[in-house]
């Protein structure tokens, strides 16, 4: 079954303490980003990765980190979470036919919830 | 950064009726995307929009792709309650140095009354 797995579901933390949310998609997509969806914002993107080792910025990069070292995984690093850091967070995996062709075979995860005390 | 205008933001319907929504730029997009969102999910593709001018259609739903490939539209024909959920444009440019990004609107809140 094609999926994007995210793991922890839920998590509340304090700032400061480092922390990672994986990532993972099993139909060895090219593709893959990280998103956080704020009420009222809409999904708005934080890293996205073309391909292995190949990453780039989103609209609101700062505070986090990625990487990508294999194909089926996109981790998302917090090194000093803060308070505004509380969302909601997606990851996606998208099939490319091309450099920058989207095609319709995408899935997000189910979501990973995030609240910094 | 590019923006996506997404409007309504909500709509509270009676079952039946159809629905429209719709998505605009300031800048142009090579593809548009439709997504709903279901409540304590992540959001499933509807449809996907590929060059102006297009009409797509997906069982009840139907997207288009404007001309000016600025904006898009998003119809629902016969609303039923299962309709429910949020709505969102996505809009991805081609342009040099930004060929991974994909910008969302704010989302359409659907309600659907039995």
């Known amino acids: 079954e094609a999926q994007v797995t995210q793991n922890p579901r839920y998590l509340i933390t304090v700032t400061g303490k480092k922390l990672t949310v994986t990532c993972s998609q099993n139909?060895?997509?090219?593709?893959m980003s990280w998103y956080r969806q704020d009420p009222g914002l809409g999904l708005r993107q934080i890293y996205y990765?073309?391909?292995?080792?190949?990453?780039d910025k989103g609209d609101v990069p700062e505070g986090y980190k990625v990487s990508r070292k294999e194909k089926r995984n996109f981790p998302l690093i917090l090194e000093s979470p803060s308070p505004n850091q509380t969302s909601l967070y997606f990851c996606?995996?998208?099939?490319?036919?091309?450099?920058?062709?989207?095609?319709?075979?995408?899935?997000f995860g189910p979501g990973t919830r995030l609240t910094v005390l | 950064g590019q923006q996506l205008n997404q409007s309504p933001q909500s709509m509270f319907i009676q079952e039946g009726e159809d629905v429209s929504m719709n998505c605009t730029s300031s800048?142009?997009?090579?593809?548009w995307l439709w997504y709903k969102q279901d409540p304590g999910e992540g959001p499933v593709l509807l449809i996907a929009?590929?060059?102006?001018?297009e009409l797509t259609s997906n069982g009840r739903l139907t997207a288009q792709f404007g001309t000016t490939r600025k904006d898009s539209f998003l119809n629902i024909s016969a609303s039923i309650p299962s309709d429910v959920g949020i709505y969102f444009c996505?809009?991805?440019?081609?342009?040099?140095?930004?060929?991974?990004?994909?910008?969302f609107g704010q989302g359409t809140t659907l309600q659907v009354k039995p």
């Open positions: 996606a995996s998208i099939k490319v036919v091309s450099p920058s062709g989207f095609t319709d075979t995408q899935y």
């Open positions: 139909m060895n997509h090219e593709y």
């Open positions: 990765s073309m391909n292995v080792e190949v990453t």
């Open positions: 800048s142009i997009f090579n593809t």
């Open positions: 929009l590929y060059k102006a001018g």
């Open positions: 996505a809009g991805q440019s081609r342009g040099s140095g930004n060929t991974g990004k994909l910008i």
